[in-house]
């Protein structure tokens, strides 16, 4: 029998997306999925949309947020799944048996973390590919170095967030970071990549709007590093960019 999965979706006037994540998920060949879904109180019609496919969540709420952590934490309040993953509302699976697959390679494995690739999109040409995001050459090391898997495509065990703890939300964009920094840096986590891309993401999220948040984010990946005890500095951070222009190119 495969391992329950929570699938926690945050997200805010995301009315032009929100129909296409709602549906990939309910696509899943796996029948041991809780859908778990967290508004931040929209106003674009997203809470419409999510109510028309209300049947197929397990929990639904809108509600005022301080921004996309604290909505990851309600999420996890309410997760009782055995695997945990988080699927932003503008992103989709890339096959329906994206879950099922990673539950079984988790559970025959007895893996705390599995994670995989993405591939990124833009929302006038969702079906045509702008980069690939390869998480296979990721390490505990590389996060000294900007690195991380790539989030939407990392299931963790729901252990390790009872270990770890929640989400950090003085963070505005890297909150991520600094939670794989605390679950990774100097453990030992029993992890591995599956060389597949198992998401789908549009380009234009809130770590890839324009110089500003890549600024902040930038500054809160050394802040999460220094907080964390992982000896860094800015320009080794900033070292990640060639490889991703190389990725883009390589793609186009």
Known sequence: MHRRVSIITVCRNSAKTIAATLESVRSQTSSNIEHIVIDGASTDGTQEIINAHRAQIAYFISEPDTGPYDAMNKGLTQATGDIICFLNSDDIYTHPD???????????????????DVVFSSAAFPERVIRRYRSGSFTP??????????????????DIYRRIGNFDTRYKIAGDYDFIIRAFWEKQIKAEHI?????????????????????????????ACRNNGVRTNLLMILSKYPRKTFELLATT
């Not at 170095?145 to 790539?150: D, K, Q, T, V």
């Open 98 to 116: 994206v879950v099922a697959r990673v539950a079984t390679q988790m559970m025959q494995r007895d893996l705390e973390v599995l994670y995989g």
């Open 141 to 158: 090391a590389r996060l000294a170095w900007g690195w991380m898997p790539a989030h939407p495509a990392l299931f963790m065990t729901a």
């Open 195 to 223: 060389p597949e891309t198992l998401v789908r993401m549009q380009t234009g999220g809130i770590s890839n709007a324009g110089w500003r948040s890549k600024l902040l984010l930038n500054r809160e990946v050394l802040e």
